[in-house]
């Protein structure tokens, strides 16, 4: 079994900052794209940031230029370090996670963690 535990949200004022982690544990042999995931109240989830095996990284436009993505292979953990953040960053973020284990390659959720924007 394959694990993703989430950690590092929480509240913030407006302009602040949080760092995201998530932390594979499991029967991994090697994990493909990990990505950050959000779904705010009454809204669809969508992709945050992405971080291929090869460290190429896409980014919702929305998050262009304040949030960065990154990932310790050795740990196997992704991080999302969000900047100048505003109240419409409030949400839910979910890891997720493409992970190659015992000869197939399947798909990760995290549980989420709560990151919420005060104005």
């Known amino acids: 079994q394959v694990q993703l535990v989430e950690s590092g949200g929480g509240l913030v004022q407006a302009g602040g900052s949080l760092r995201l982690s998530c932390a594979a544990s499991?029967?991994?042999?090697?994990?493909?794209?990990m990505a950050w995931y959000r779904q705010a109240p009454g809204k669809q989830r969508e992709l945050v940031a992405r971080v291929t095996s090869g460290i190429i990284t896409n980014y919702a436009d929305s998050v262009k230029g304040r949030f960065f993505i990154s990932r310790d292979n050795a740990k196997n953990t992704v991080y999302l370090q969000m900047n100048s953040l505003k109240p419409e960053d409030t949400a839910v973020y979910y890891c997720?996670?493409?992970?190659?284990?015992?000869?197939?390659?399947?798909?990760?959720w995290g549980q989420g963690t709560q990151v919420t924007v005060s104005s």
């Open positions: 997720n996670a493409d992970v190659h284990s015992r000869g197939f390659v399947n798909n990760y």
């Open positions: 499991g029967s991994i042999f090697s994990i493909n794209a």
